[in-house]
């Protein structure tokens, strides 16, 4: 069975091919190239050339100076529009060390709807109080208990 | 002159990266020990690459001129053959913008500049793959294949020479050899077939007198 199917590391006979063949174009650079590019690196070396800092710093300067230009231009034409001072911040208020104590007025600031409230609930409570004792007119008050004739120590025999 | 001598043997036994780092410092003889190493290489991928003799010459020139220029720039992650590769793709890219007329470039490399050497195999021959090769494939897909197979280079090496992510390098090769190998299929079946017919031709001929 295994014979019928191709084995993946098995070399390629064509590729083989390939590597062979481009091994056997092997072309000689003429001679006089060689002397040329010898020739063309000793003249790159003699000749002055700018360094790359240099030229670095030399790019830095001319963008430095097109973005003042730029600058200029754009800020000639549009006024700049004038700046409003901020809104002061609550938060920053209580935190602000002019403050006298800055505790204080936060647990003022707690405690006041607390009392609020309780003084709220009280006022609800009697008013609920009040208007139960109205709904029941007569039947709910308490009648005054008639007093019997026979004394409780007495027996009618 | 002795010394010069015991010098330039010293530099063989360098690594390209000694070399290159050599040259960094300033020594022009490690740059033409580099020059020596590599520009046969180079002559031989470039030959594969461009229609003219003189634009592998002007290409080879520029690019080792380059390499030496922008030595700074180069990345020791990286092989000194793959970087002379790099500079001298788009060298031959450059030379395809130039003004006059278009001769040359990877992009309408046709035939194989091989100015000074006869080619050890006949180019005409239908069992030369490469010349198969650079007649059904794309120039930058031959391009990929040569320097897969002609020059060893690993696919990451590939996709950094010709500016082409890696997996357009393995893909590329993979279609390059599919086409190659479905192409001289067929070229054996068509030589093949005219073979039998030019076997058959004979009788035909030997036979047809008889039937008139």
């Not at chain 1, 100076?65 to 200029?72: Q, Y």
């Not at chain 2, 030589?191 to 058959?200: A, D, E, Q």
């Not at chain 2, 031709?201 to 039937?211: F, H, I, K, L, S």
């Amino acid at each position: 069975m295994s014979n019928f199917l191709p084995n993946p590391k098995a070399p390629d006979p064509m590729i083989a091919q390939l590597r062979q063949q481009a091994q056997a174009f092997d072309p000689q650079p003429p001679a006089g190239l060689h002397r040329r590019i010898i020739s063309t690196l000793a003249q790159a070396d003699n000749s002055p050339r700018s360094s790359p800092s240099r030229l670095g710093w030399l790019f830095a300067a001319g963008t430095l100076a097109a973005a003042a230009i730029v600058a200029v231009l754009v800020l000639r034409d549009h006024p700049v529009a004038p700046i409003h001072p901020p809104k002061p911040n609550p938060a920053k208020f209580a935190l602000d060390p002019s403050v006298p104590n800055p505790l204080t007025l936060a647990m003022q600031y707690v405690d006041d709807p607390l009392q609020n409230e309780a003084e709220n609930l009280l006022k609800d409570l009697s008013r609920a109080s009040t208007t139960v004792t109205h709904v029941f007119p007569g039947g709910a008050k308490r009648q005054p208990r008639p007093a019997s004739q026979n004394s409780p120590g007495t027996t009618g025999v | 002159m002795t010394s010069d001598l015991a010098s330039s043997s010293s530099l063989e036994l360098l690594s390209d990266e000694q070399l290159v780092s050599r040259a960094k410092a300033g020594g022009r003889d490690a740059f033409n020990c580099l020059v020596l190493r590599h520009e046969r290489r180079l002559y031989r991928f470039l030959c594969k690459n461009t229609a003219n003799a003189a634009d592998v010459e002007d290409a080879m020139q520029q690019a080792m001129l380059k390499a030496y220029l922008k030595l700074a720039q180069y990345n020791s992650r990286w092989r000194f053959t793959t970087w002379l590769f790099t500079i001298a793709v788009r060298e031959l890219r450059s030379l395809r913008h130039r003004p006059g007329p278009a001769t040359t470039a990877l992009q309408h490399a046709r035939e194989p500049a091989a100015p000074n050497v006869e080619p050890a195999t006949d180019p005409n021959a239908p069992d030369d793959l490469w010349q198969i090769a650079q007649r059904v494939l794309n120039p930058q897909h031959y391009a990929a294949l040569w320097l897969r197979y002609g020059e060893d280079l690993p696919a990451r090496d590939i996709a950094k020479v010709l500016g082409r992510p890696r997996i357009w390098v393995s893909v590329t090769l993979h279609r390059a050899c599919a086409l190659l190998r479905q192409t001289t299929k067929q070229s054996a079946s068509e030589s093949g077939n005219s073979r039998s017919r030019g076997k058959s031709r004979p009788n035909q001929e030997q036979t047809a007198p008889g039937v008139t």
